[in-house]
C-alpha cells in the first residue's frame, strides 16, 4: 500500500463520509452494511474456506513484518494461566486512552504499564490484546495469539486475533504509516492462519462500545483494510501490485 499524504487525507474523508450518516444512528448494524472497498471478487492465488479455517498455513507467503518483541519493549512474562484458542476472526481495537497521544510519546513505558495494569487491577495473565501498533508504525508484540484475549466489554474473545491501535481514535487520526503497519500485520496473520479477511470486525460490533473509535472504525466498515488485506494476498500469490 503506497499513498502520499494528499491521498491519504482525501481517502480519510470518503471513508468517514460513507460511514458518517449511518454510524450515528443507534439501529445501525455495521456487519450487516455493505462494505464496497472490500473487494471481495478479486483474485488473491489462495482461497480461505471450511477446509482451510482453524489451521496453520505451512508456507505461507505473505511477509511477516517487523515486530518489536515483548523482550525488547521490556514486557515481563505471562502470568498465570490462559486459555487456549483457534485463531479464526480478526477483531479491531483502540487503546483508548484519556488523550492522543504523539510521536514522541514513551511507547515501550505504555506497554510496560498496561501489562502492569492488567496484572494489579483486572487479574489478567497479560496484556489483553494480541498485537499493538503506535502512532509511528510500529508493531509490537504483546499476547500469544495462540490464547485468548482479554475484555472489559461483555463479548467472548475466543478464536479473535486482537489487534489494538495505541491512542484514542475518538480524538486523533490514523497516520499512513499505521495503516500499511495494520494492512502488513494483519495480512501476514491472514495468511498464517488461514483468516478470510471478511472476518474483520471492529469492537463495537460485538460490544457496547465506541470502540475503535470513529476516526479508526470508518477503514473497518468501508471494507478498506478488507481489501488492502486482499491485495497485499495477491501480491504474494500472484505477484505484481
Avoid at 507467503?61 to 494461566?81: D, L
Avoid at 515501550?108 to 494489579?120: F, H, I, P, R, V
Avoid at 494492512?183 to 457496547?208: C, F, Q
Avoid at 475503535?212 to 500469490?237: D, H, M, Q
Wanted: hydrophobic fraction near 35%; charge should be neutral.
Amino acid at each position: 500500500m503506497t499513498m502520499n499524504p494528499f491521498i491519504s487525507m482525501v481517502l480519510a474523508a470518503s471513508i468517514l463520509t460513507f460511514v458518517g450518516s449511518s454510524w450515528a444512528q443507534s439501529e445501525f448494524k455495521p456487519s450487516d452494511e455493505p462494505r464496497p472497498m472490500a473487494l471481495r471478487q478479486l483474485e488473491m492465488g489462495r482461497t480461505f474456506g471450511a477446509e482451510t479455517s482453524g489451521t496453520v498455513n505451512p508456507s505461507p507467503r505473505v511477509p511477516q513484518p517487523v515486530i518489536i518483541t515483548k523482550a525488547e519493549w521490556g514486557g515481563g512474562e505471562s502470568s498465570g494461566t490462559m486459555r487456549t484458542h483457534t485463531p479464526t476472526f480478526l477483531t479491531f481495537h483502540h487503546e483508548g486512552t484519556n488523550k492522543a497521544l504523539a510521536a514522541d510519546h514513551d511507547f515501550a513505558k505504555a506497554l510496560q504499564g498496561l501489562q502492569k495494569y492488567g496484572w494489579e487491577q483486572k487479574g489478567w495473565a497479560d496484556i489483553p490484546y494480541h498485537y499493538l501498533v503506535d502512532v509511528n508504525g510500529k508493531i509490537y508484540e504483546a499476547r500469544d495469539v495462540t490464547k485468548v484475549g482479554d475484555t472489559n466489554t461483555k463479548y467472548d474473545p475466543s478464536g479473535h486475533v486482537l489487534f489494538c491501535v495505541m491512542g484514542n481514535y475518538e480524538l486523533q487520526t490514523a497516520n499512513e504509516a499505521q495503516l500499511k503497519a495494520l494492512v502488513d500485520l494483519m495480512a501476514w496473520i491472514s495468511d498464517k492462519y488461514n483468516i478470510d479477511p471478511a472476518t474483520l470486525r471492529g469492537h463495537l460490533e460485538y460490544a457496547s462500545t465506541a470502540c475503535p473509535g470513529k476516526y479508526l472504525y470508518p477503514y473497518v466498515a468501508s471494507g478498506f483494510f478488507e481489501g488492502e488485506i486482499r491485495k497485499a494476498l495477491r501480491k504474494a500469490y500472484l505477484g505484481g501490485k
